[in-house]
């Protein structure tokens, strides 16, 4: 099982939802990412190389960027947003791809 650690900037990140969109993405995380996460899914893919961080995973509409350091067992989400069509919002500002 890996321990899962989030930055300050997603603390303010989830203050931009509503709290059953916080709920929905706290729950995902902690299915999606306690197990395996730096295993390529349908939800979950490595990014290239010069992107925020190394992976990212879908949860419907919200995007999470999180990096695994996998010898200490450590999941470090440093990033939630969402997509509107092809434009993802970071930080509630619109991110360029």
């Given at each position: 099982m890996y321990?899962?650690?989030?930055?300050?900037e997603v603390e303010?990140?989830?203050?931009?939802?509503?709290?059953?969109?916080?709920?929905?993405i706290l729950d995902g995380i902690d299915e999606m990412l306690?197990?395996?996460p730096d295993v390529e899914t349908k939800n979950r893919k490595r990014l290239r190389?010069?992107?925020i961080t190394e992976w990212e995973l879908r949860l419907?509409?919200?995007?999470?960027?999180?990096?695994?350091?996998?010898?200490a067992r450590?999941?470090?989400?440093?990033?939630?947003g969402?997509?509107?069509?092809?434009r993802l919002f970071l930080?509630?500002?619109e991110y360029d791809l």
């Open positions: 321990e899962i650690i989030y930055t300050l303010g990140d989830l203050n931009l939802f509503r709290r059953f969109e916080q709920r929905l306690l197990y395996e190389p010069d992107s419907g509409k919200f995007r999470v960027f999180y990096d695994v350091h996998a010898p450590i999941v470090k989400v440093e990033a939630i969402y997509k509107r069509g092809s930080h509630g500002e």
